[in-house]
């Protein structure tokens, strides 16, 4: 309104000054006055006037009002000095200022990132409309999501210079809370049964966290799709919802919603088939079908069966097929179900692509696809690249596209889309502390080396514990067929009676080589050949068991190592899996002609599930299996044995202090059977069940795993010594140790950093326990 009053305005302006001259003139000259911000360039763009025109009444008119419209200007005056035009020009203000306040709900960023697409942005011309328009839109926005009190209050402030300040003032009010729910019609289901599928809920114990009494609108959709879905997956294909209503208290506090519904029949299948170009046999078609004839319909049913119809085409490199289901009502109250098959042209791929890989090498990826260029392009196949690079562990996420070709109905292109994760650790520190004394570590660890695909990893560390130089190296790729090399190389000091293990030292130096064979895309077979060479070293507090095990076998032990292992992997991810299985199994043989004889094998296995569609709700198990003996006529080496206590198996146990304990101390023909440490045992039993959910408060939700656990295990020993403590020559499942708590690891810029928070169930008087735990370079 205002603008037709403003070009009403100039118009008579206009033709009061200019009326009294002869038309048309041609124009000599054009000047603008009163021009303060706005650029004379942008009067003459909208002004389509020019020198040397010969100007009508009718052009003139025309190019005011074009003028006027830019938006620019609020009163525009024209004048005629002779053959010269006067455009006397008063601009618009300029919004110098957006002040917001009393948001909290949304972000102010949010807001002014939503002022600026309705055209009001600080520097620009000040338009009121637009600012009438973002009260409006904002007003919207808070009553979806259930703030109905919400208020929207702008002022205008005027500054020096032609120029407004935008003052929003906004009372977001509170979020109106559900007080009743009702469903009308319903008498299949009760009430509580339909209303448990709501995200909408009544006020409860943890509506403050959960904010499921407050009501949107999104959520009111979505509760109306769940119980359609709900009755049409139990066979009532004619249901309806007639009403949805909500309604709001006086004060904008509370809701009411009133659901009517109409349930209709429930029907039973009475056939299901599938016609059309069945370019795949029809009995493996039909193999898919979720529905069969006497079944309950369910339209959940009818479209999984669709998508298995559609992806087994696709596996033929049908990428485009298209498989209708057309339900069919029968006079006798029953329903047919026929699949309609349309395969399209078997598909090519024309290129792969990669984005997001700013580190890793493009061959690396490469390397993992089983889809190829020029090849058919089958959903298995493109799948299963994808689970093959969430599996190395080099990515956060692994995202792909399939895009047509422009002018085909053959070709696609893929698109693999990653977004890097760490990879590996790097460790530098000097400290000092009352077990350790000074500390001084430097270590790499890199899974992904240089963006090779390679692992590699050096660590120099010096403690009062342990004196360490390491290297290890494997090429996951030695051959083109996926045939793995790797290397390693050590020398330790290890001070176990510094960690509360027992009171002996050990200096160990050794290498291997080891080769791995794939034998298909989840089985490996893995072989290693290494050499060791252990020296005990032996003092006055040294335990009996121990002092009597080197008079036997001696000081120094070199042995020939052989290694045979298996795995199994069909877990989704590399670090933080969310579904699958894993099975790890490995043999250590020292060969004849090592000083000592003896076999060390362990089983490895866990197991996820997921419990909901998103996979971040997932249930899982874990298991550890180990046992190790002698064989020929030489004792099993103790310095081999297994440890159960902390963070890597029974978590609320202090690290390696759980079973059998070493024995009595002679000194000076005094034999002291107090202040055992813990020795450990050629038998291991652990596993842990967990219960993983979403970590709240974080954004980054694929860097943080936050979990519930419960675990049990122990040591064994079965060649005890009388001295020995907890201790019995076999496997008791009664002394199996229980631990529950909370823990969480979380993926940081120089490796994973676990913590635990765990408190022992039924923990023996000699055990030692503690609640908090934590780790750098390890995950749950």
């Not at 050590?490 to 030292?505: C, L, N, Q």
């Amino acid at each position: 309104m205002k603008s037709k009053l403003g070009l009403l305005l100039v118009s008579f302006l206009w033709t009061f000054q200019v009326s009294a001259a002869e038309f048309p003139f041609t124009v000599s000259d054009i000047r603008l006055e009163g021009l303060q911000r706005v650029e004379p360039g942008l009067v003459f763009r909208y002004f389509p006037v020019n020198v040397g025109d010969n100007l009508t009444r009718r052009q003139l008119s025309e190019s005011t009002r074009e003028l006027f419209a830019s938006g620019y200007f609020d009163d525009v005056d024209i004048l005629r000095d002779g053959d010269d035009l006067v455009l006397q020009l008063h601009e618009r203000p300029s919004l110098a200022l957006i002040r917001i306040d009393g948001n909290d709900f949304i972000a102010e960023e949010d807001l002014r990132q939503g002022l600026e697409q309705s055209g009001v942005k600080e520097g620009d011309v000040f338009r009121r409309s637009a600012v009438d328009q973002i009260r409006l839109d904002l007003l919207r926005v808070y009553v979806g999501q259930g703030r109905y009190g919400a208020d929207i209050q702008t002022e205008v402030e005027n500054l020096s210079g032609n120029r407004v300040a935008l003052n929003i003032d906004i009372t977001e009010g509170r979020e109106a809370t559900i007080q009743h729910i009702n469903i009308v019609g319903n008498t299949v289901f009760s009430d509580e049964e339909l209303k448990e599928m709501f995200s909408l809920k009544l006020p409860n114990f943890w509506s403050f966290y959960t904010k499921s009494d407050r009501y949107s609108r999104e959520k009111m959709s979505g509760d109306l799709e769940r119980l359609r879905s709900y009755y049409m997956d139990r066979g009532y294909i004619n249901f309806n919802i007639e009403s949805a209503q909500v309604s709001i208290t006086p004060d904008k506090k509370n809701v009411y919603i009133t659901v009517n519904v109409n349930e209709g029949q429930q029907f039973k299948v009475s056939g299901v088939s599938v016609a059309g170009d069945l370019v795949v046999p029809r009995e493996e078609l039909e193999a898919l079908f979720l529905l069969n004839e006497g079944d309950t319909f369910s339209r959940k049913a009818m479209t999984d069966t669709q998508e298995k119809l559609v992806r087994r085409l696709g596996d033929e490199g049908f990428m485009f097929a298209n498989v209708s289901p057309v339900p069919e009502l029968n006079e006798d109250g029953t329903l047919s179900v026929r699949y309609f098959v349309e395969p399209g042209k078997r598909t090519y791929v024309r290129r792969i692509s990669i984005r997001g890989n700013t580190l890793t090498a493009d061959d690396v990826l490469r390397r993992e696809m089983e889809q190829m260029e020029a090849g058919i392009a089958t959903t298995e196949a493109i799948e299963r690249s994808k689970e093959r690079l969430e599996r190395t562990g080099y990515f956060k996420s692994v995202n792909v596209e399939t895009t047509p070709v422009p002018g085909t109905d053959d070709q696609v292109d893929l698109e693999y889309s990653v977004e890097e994760q760490q990879s590996g650790q790097f460790t530098a520190s000097v400290g000092f502390s009352d077990s350790d004394g000074i500390i001084f570590q430097l270590g790499v660890q890199q899974d992904n080396f240089l963006g090779t695909g390679r692992k590699f990893g050096v660590n120099l560390s010096n403690s009062d514990t342990l004196t360490e130089y390491s290297f290890n190296y494997t090429n996951p790729y030695y051959t083109i067929n996926g045939v793995s090399r790797g290397f390693e190389a050590y020398y330790r000091e290890r001070d176990y009676d510094a960690s509360d293990v027992s009171t002996y030292t050990t200096n160990e130096f050794g290498g291997g080589v080891n080769f791995g064979y794939p034998i298909n895309d989840y089985q490996r077979l893995s072989f290693g050949l290494g050499i060791d060479l252990t020296e005990i070293n032996t003092y006055d507090e040294t335990a009996d068991i121990i002092k009597e095990f080197v008079d036997e076998e001696g000081e120094d032990y070199l042995s020939y190592q052989l290694t045979f292992g298996w795995s199994n992997n069909h877990l989704n991810k590399g670090l933080f899996p969310t579904a699958g299985y894993s099975h790890r199994a490995n043999i250590e043989i020292a060969l004849p002609g090592s000083d000592l004889t003896y076999y060390r094998a362990n089983y490895n296995t866990s197991w996820y599930q997921p419990i909901d569609d998103n996979e971040v709700w997932v249930g899982a198990l874990k298991g550890r299996i180990g046992y190790g003996d002698s064989w020929g006529n030489t004792s099993y080496p103790f310095y081999r044995n297994f440890y159960a206590g902390g963070l890597r198996s029974v978590r609320g146990y202090q690290n390696n202090s759980l079973g059998p304990t070493e024995g009595c101390t002679t000194i000076n023909g005094v034999t002291d059977c107090t202040d055992q440490d813990s020795f450990g045992g050629n038998v291991i039993l652990t596993g842990s069940a967990e219960f993983i959910f979403p970590m709240p408060f974080v954004g980054d939700k694929g860097a943080w795993r936050s979990l519930l656990f419960f675990d049990a295990g122990n040591v064994y020993s079965t060649d005890c010594r009388e001295t020995q403590n907890n201790c019995s020559n076999d496997i008791d499942l009664g002394e199996l140790r229980y631990s529950t708590g909370l823990g969480l690891s979380w993926l940081t810029p120089v490796g994973p950093l676990s913590i635990a928070l765990a408190m022992p169930l039924n923990d023996g008087d000699d055990d030692d326990t503690e609640t908090f735990q934590f780790a750098l370079g390890q995950t749950f």
